[in-house]
């Protein structure tokens, strides 16, 4: 099928590395034979993934080809879930959750945190091409309020402060912990696990 027309700036060679390639057929094998097009979306994510973070016409049209499917097929899929990007990324990509949750519990300082030391506003990529925010809805780590997702992780129990610091460390190539930045484990409570604590200590075959 031919390609529509692109928008300025995005080039028409975009095509799968040899290594997703062979990660496609492994999907699309999944999928009766006359149903390849239910890989759509396990194809665009293949495809942003190799492309930067986001999802070029190009590249959402070559997924459409390779699908033998239309292409408005795939730009329906492409524009109507939030996973995917139809701009470029920063390298590190921070959604920053805003749902009711996560914002009694401060995200507009974390937005605003990211956007202060950023110098960008949200969609925006940062000068050094490193980071770019966005407000999304809940990312499902509502006992861990506030949190953001970078790229594929979750860093949850946030602070402006601590936001401040991971992005920090990302930009000089550190180590970040992820899930909570207080040191809960899982959504314990503050200060720890307040029930099942002879549970918690009992050896294997212990216990009632
Ligand atoms: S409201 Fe933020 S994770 Fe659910």
Known sequence: ???TSYPQGQSEDFAFTQENLRRAETVIARYPKDRKSSALIALLDLAQRQNGGWLSVPAIEYVAN?????PIRAHEVASFYSMFNDQPVGKYFIQVCRTTPC???GSD??????????GVGLRQ???????????????????????????DDYYEDLTPERMAEIIDALREGG??????????????????PQTLLEVADAKPGEGA
């Open 1 to 3: 099928m031919k390609a």
């Open 66 to 70: 390779y699908l033998e499917i239309a």
């Open 103 to 105: 914002w009694l519990r």
């Open 109 to 118: 300082g974390i937005t605003e945190a990211c956007k202060k030391k950023l």
């Open 125 to 151: 990529v940062s000068e050094d091409g490193l980071f770019s925010v966005i407000e999304v809805e809940c990312l499902g780590a509502c006992a861990n309020a506030p949190m953001v997702q970078i790229n």
């Open 175 to 192: 180590e970040v912990p992820v899930g909570s930045q207080t040191g809960r484990l899982s959504s314990a409570p503050e200060g720890g």
